[in-house]
């Protein structure tokens, strides 16, 4: 399995909102990954105190995480925000667990979940 760490900086200039970038999820971009071979797991993550965008996805194959990379700096979120990537990194997958819980199913939550229907 190959992990792979995506963040862009938006304080550094985007020319597009947390909010924006939130919408593109709920219109766009939740559907398109949820369709991507190989793919395990695609988390987004936003921290608006520092500026950071971005996302952690988890891959079946090297490959295919490799496949994500090379097109990374000219997908959708470059193409909104007008900025390339400030992290882009691979890494091999050591473990994965998921802990005991109670709490909602993970393909329902997050902020960009919180605006659907809205």
Do not use: C
Not at 68 to 74: E, K, Q
């Amino acid at each position: 399995m190959r992990a792979v760490l995506v963040l862009w900086d938006l304080s550094t200039g985007s020319r597009v909102t947390f909010e924006e970038l939130r919408d593109y999820l709920r219109n766009e971009s939740i559907a398109r990954f949820s369709a991507m071979p190989g793919l395990r797991q695609k988390t987004w993550i936003s921290n608006p105190g520092t500026g950071l965008w971005g996302a952690m996805y988890l891959f079946d194959k090297a490959e295919q995480a490799q496949e994500l990379v090379s097109h990374i700096a000219t997908g959708r979120v470059a193409q909104l925000t007008g900025l390339a990537p400030a992290i882009v990194e691979q890494f091999d997958v050591e473990a994965v667990t998921e802990g005991q819980h109670a709490g909602d199913d993970l393909l329902a939550v997050g902020l960009a979940r919180e605006g659907e229907g809205a």
